[in-house]
């Protein structure tokens, strides 16, 4: 007997008749001797509605009152599966993340996950009933309800794997595993059968919708199991999905590159003509890590003139913020010539364990682009990582070309 923490994302809940598909698939595992934990997502588009109803109040409404409404769309759901499994005579009990008490931090909106309660699942699956979880959200120190950030659902449940020590973590989404890219901009892009935690963690941080980056994280060091796999497929199907690993075994397939990643979500700022000075990096970056705003690929272009241009990427919609923080800084944290942005590009990256022992495949990336006529606005790499920006009008026009100079459509030898 195994215990297995299964995830479903909003899609797969997002009908009362696809509720009982997720059921159905839930009793299956059951029925084989399994203990079972499921983490669900609130339906599909409701997360948005709620929040829009907030925003119709307010344009800047208060984070922890955010909280205490997008908690409830997946309260409406763990109640839901949980009276689905019990109709089909599966004991079944529901938590909130406050009820579970996954304690986080009290960073509203983009919480922390800093400790996990195990005592009342384990007592209600050594009773033999499936546990049924809230995911997405959790308690601070002083009881206020959180949440981890847009697709914490993925975050929770590996969380929860990582708590329970279970052997395995499936994560069902409206795809039955990870692909070179998307499908539906390369129509010849091929289902992975396994990838290493490392190569994941690359392609979700470069804008992968597989899983969210957080969970891979926790799964790499907690070195949970983890698998992906459709929702939408019979509970009896052979089919196993994407498995991610933390080992880079003989078995595992020999790709230079295993994938391409790309993001629309980014924005770039620019600050142009900034003293070149030590700490400069941190009077323009310091006041937007305390604007709690996230920073993806930074350059810095040192001039002849001892000025230097400085810029950085951050979430789209944490462009106008950005910008209002840096003008406040400006004259008084920094000076500068000119501060512009674009809120017009895209990010496109290749990545594969197979770049740590081979040479060429920057110079190999960049050719394909320039073939193309696309330009490059920014390049940002790692070990096993090159990551470009560049108009966003180009985007999938770049992700073909790349998928078909690194030959990604065949199956590695």
């Given amino acids: 007997m195994s215990l297995i923490v299964q995830k479903f994302g909003g899609t797969s809940v997002g009908t009362t008749e696809r509720i009982k598909n997720v ?6 595992y059951r029925r ?13 588009g409701e997360t948005n509605r709620l929040l829009a109803l907030a925003k119709d109040l307010s344009a800047n409404p208060d984070p922890r009152e955010l909280d205490v409404i997008a908690a409830t769309g997946e309260q409406v759901t763990i109640g839901l599966l949980s009276i689905a499994l019990i109709e089909m005579g599966v004991p079944a009990r529901s938590y909130t993340g406050g009820q579970v008490r996954v304690l986080t931090d009290s960073a509203h909106t983009k919480a922390r996950i800093l400790d996990i309660d195990q005592a009342a699942m384990r007592a209600d699956l050594d009773a033999g009933s499936v546990v049924v979880v809230a995911g997405f959200q959790g308690v601070d120190q002083d009881g206020n309800i959180t949440t981890l950030g847009r697709g914490g659902s993925d975050t929770s449940a590996v969380a929860l794997a990582a708590a329970l020590d279970a052997d395995e973590c499936q994560i069902y989404t ?3 595993g990870v692909y070179t890219t998307d499908p ?3 129509p010849e892009a091929r289902r ?3 990838i290493t935690f490392e190569e994941m963690l690359e392609l979700a941080s470069q804008g992968s919708k597989v899983l969210q980056i957080r969970s891979v ?3 790499g060091k907690y070195k949970v199991k983890l698998r992906v796999l459709s929702s939408f497929e019979e509970p009896e199907s052979t089919s196993a999905g994407t498995l991610i690993t933390y080992e880079e075994d003989d078995s595992m397939e020999q790709a230079i590159i295993s994938g391409i990643a790309f993001n629309r979500d980014e924005a770039r700022i620019l600050v142009m003509g900034v003293d070149d000075r030590p700490g400069i990096a941190y009077a323009i970056l310091g006041p937007i890590a305390e604007a709690n705003i996230d920073v993806d690929m930074i350059v810095q272009n040192i001039g002849a003139s001892g000025h230097t241009d400085f810029s950085f990427t951050v979430h789209r919609n944490e462009y106008r913020k950005a910008l209002d923080v840096l003008a406040r800084e400006r004259g008084r944290g920094f000076q500068c010539r000119e501060i512009v942005g674009d809120d017009r590009i895209a990010k496109v990256s290749v990545v594969g364990i197979g770049m740590r022992s081979h040479v060429g495949l920057a110079a190999q990336m960049f050719k394909a682009l320039a073939g193309e006529g696309i330009n490059i606005q920014m390049i ?3 070990e096993i990582k090159i990551a470009v920006v560049i108009d966003e009008k180009y985007l999938e026009l770049a992700v073909r070309v790349l998928h078909q100079a690194f030959d990604l459509e065949k199956s590695p030898a």
């Fill in 174 to 176: 409206d795809v039955d």
């Fill in 380 to 382: 940002s790499t790692s």
């Fill in 184 to 186: 539906r901009i390369v």
């Fill in 192 to 194: 992975l059968d396994r």
């Fill in 32 to 44: 084989q001797g399994h203990q079972v934990v499921v983490v669900v997502s609130a339906m599909s």
């Fill in 23 to 28: 059921a159905r698939r839930v009793a299956h």
């Fill in 217 to 219: 994280e926790f799964a």
